[in-house]
Every structure is written in C-alpha cells, then in structure tokens.
C-alpha cells in the first residue's frame, strides 16, 4: 500500500519539477547570479593586490637577506607588515563579497515575496 501511494506521488512530482520558472523566480535567479558575479570580482581583484602585496614582501625579505643591520631590519618589518596588509585585504574582500550575496539573497527573496 505504501509503495502504490509513493508510486503515485513520484510522476507528480516530476511534473512539478519540470514545469518553467515563473518570471519572478527567473528575475530572482537572475539577480543571485549577477550578485556571485560581483562578489567573485571583488573576491578575483583583491587576490590579485594581495598576490602582488606578498610578491613586494618576499622581495624585502631576500633584500634583507639574514643580517642584522638597522637596515635588513627595517626591511622585514615592512615585509611582515605588507603580508599582514595582504591578509586584511583578502579579508575586507571575503566581508564585502559576503554583504554583496546577502544584498542579492535579499532582493530576489523580496521578489519572491510579491
């Protein structure tokens, strides 16, 4: 009995599955996809700043090279704070990556609502 009512549900289903999305739920989709898109941009661009950031602080630390001179010194101080710079930038990326898919999440769920 419980296998001819599932048998019964399924092709109902499916046919719920496979029906067109109404043009909200296309203009909701739509949306989402545009906010990923922005998101990754921001997400592409800060890697790329924060990959050229570490590239300038390796540099510094080879200039630097293991002496201790007030100069080698002052070099692997800025190396280390360009790493900690490229962090914080990946980070502010990643924050406003994030409020940029909520912003989109929010606006297709508020056309969703109507």
Do not use: H, W
């Amino acid at each position: 009995m419980r296998n001819f009512a599932l048998t019964l549900a399924l092709p109902a289903l499916a046919l719920a599955a496979c029906s067109e999305p109404t043009p909200q739920e296309q203009r909701a989709s739509q949306i989402r996809a545009e906010a990923d898109a922005q998101a990754d941009a921001l997400e592409a661009e800060a890697g790329n700043q924060a990959a050229a950031m570490e590239a300038e602080a390796a540099s510094l630390a080879n200039q630097a090279g293991t002496s201790q001179s007030y100069d080698s010194q002052r070099l692997n101080v800025r190396a280390e704070a360009m790493k900690r710079e490229a962090e914080l930038v990946r980070k502010q990326a990643d924050a406003r990556a994030k409020a940029v898919r909520d912003q989109g999440q929010a606006q297709a769920s508020a056309i969703l609502a109507q």
